[in-house]
């Protein structure tokens, strides 16, 4: 099977005639690959050709621009950059940049024959409901905006949700991808940093509006974020998601029984990557938890966030070879 056509059984609950699909769904830490090089990796591979090289499935990714190059920045990170409806206003020509896309769409353009081919998955990724705002009012006005200025919230997410609609078409216009994701991180190691009532109120709207539209062409999707999610998977389900990554286990987060919970939601990530640092058998350890959900379809196993730099590239080695011989197990076993 093809890279693209290993990912669609396993985004449909099929089984992969040969194995899972063998991916590292974030990008990786510049410290991470300045290690690495400095282990031997060869500094002439690109950074879009470190996937391949070090044998693993290549994907493509598109994070979709939601402020224009010079929008104005915060003065320290996390913090804010409006706080009043009147900084909104101030900072709009700013937002939505209509053309901010055209380069990746082009990129689109170029990479579609082989996307086609089946040489890889394509997926695009936008700034969610939780996400965007945050960019906007920072950390911990943005936590207090659901009550100090709801208005505000929600004209926000109404204009990001026009704006994001306009550019999926544009994308759908050139080919189809065959995931998204929202980037939202609102869980931590303890949970939701929003209650089910705010997320009612305040992100369901916005999802339901704008999820329809990227269905309607057949692209699955996704929510990343971080901590434990196994709170807000039923939420997310009723406004229409249908998958989460990267699902942590150093914040608990337990794939077994999300699986029997959930049967029909797509996971991807889950692998604990502090047993990268650890040893190769510690990764063997890891592999043998998840192999039971892996042999369910429905789930694609990647490193839980980002491979830490801490992991020498010799066991990252080791790392891919245990992938491929579970994700072999998992479709023939």
């Known amino acids: 099977?093809?890279?693209?056509?290993?990912?669609?059984?396993v985004l449909h609950f099929e089984k992969p005639d040969d194995r899972l699909p063998m991916i590292e769904w974030a990008s990786w830490w510049g410290e991470t690959i300045q290690a690495w090089q400095n282990q031997g990796l060869s500094r002439e591979i690109s950074y879009g050709d470190i996937a391949p090289s070090l044998g693993l499935d290549q994907h493509m990714q598109f994070w979709l621009p939601h402020r224009a190059g010079n929008c104005p920045q915060p003065k320290f990170h996390g913090g804010p950059i409006m706080e009043t409806e009147e900084d909104y206003e101030n900072l709009l020509p700013y937002l939505y940049p209509e053309h901010g896309p055209d380069g990746q769409l082009?990129?689109?353009?170029?990479?579609?024959?082989?996307?086609?081919?089946?040489?890889?998955?394509?997926?695009?990724?936008?700034?969610?409901?939780?996400w965007f705002p945050r960019t906007l009012l920072g950390i911990?006005?943005?936590?207090?905006?659901?009550?100090?200025c709801p208005e505000l919230y929600h004209r926000i997410l109404d204009d990001l949700a026009d704006y994001q609609i306009r550019q999926i078409e544009r994308i759908y216009e050139i080919l189809t991808p065959d995931f998204m994701t929202f980037g939202e991180d609102m869980s931590y190691n303890n949970g939701p940093?929003?209650?089910?009532?705010?997320?009612?109120?305040?992100?369901?709207?916005?999802?339901?509006?704008v999820i329809p539209v990227i269905q309607s062409h057949g692209t699955k999707v996704i929510v990343d974020t971080d901590g434990d999610?196994?709170?807000?998977?039923?939420?997310?389900k009723n406004v229409?998601?249908?998958?989460?990554?990267?699902?942590?286990?150093?914040?608990?987060?337990d794939i077994a029984a999300l699986r029997e919970?959930?049967?029909d939601f797509l996971f991807i990530g889950a692998f604990d990557k502090m047993t990268m640092r650890r040893s190769t058998e510690a990764m063997r350890g890891e592999f043998e938890r998840l192999l039971p959900v892996m042999k369910t379809s429905g789930f694609i196993p990647s490193v839980d966030h980002q491979t830490p730099p801490d992991c020498p590239l010799e066991r990252y080695h080791d790392y891919v070879a245990l992938l491929e011989e579970y994700a072999v197990r998992a479709v023939k076993e």
């Not at 999610?229 to 997310?236: A, D, G, L, N």
């Open 1 to 9: 099977m093809t890279n693209r056509e290993r990912f669609q059984a």
């Open 261 to 263: 919970a959930y049967p």
């Open 193 to 209: 940093m929003i209650s089910e009532n705010c997320f009612n109120e305040f992100l369901a709207p916005y999802y339901r509006k």
């Open 240 to 253: 229409g998601i249908e998958g989460v990554l990267p699902l942590e286990r150093q914040a608990g987060v």
């Open 106 to 130: 082009e990129a689109m353009r170029r990479l579609k024959p082989q996307h086609d081919a089946g040489e890889f998955p394509i997926w695009f990724s936008l700034d969610g409901g939780f």
């Open 140 to 148: 911990e006005n943005h936590l207090y905006s659901f009550y100090d």
């Open 229 to 236: 999610v196994s709170k807000m998977i039923p939420w997310m």
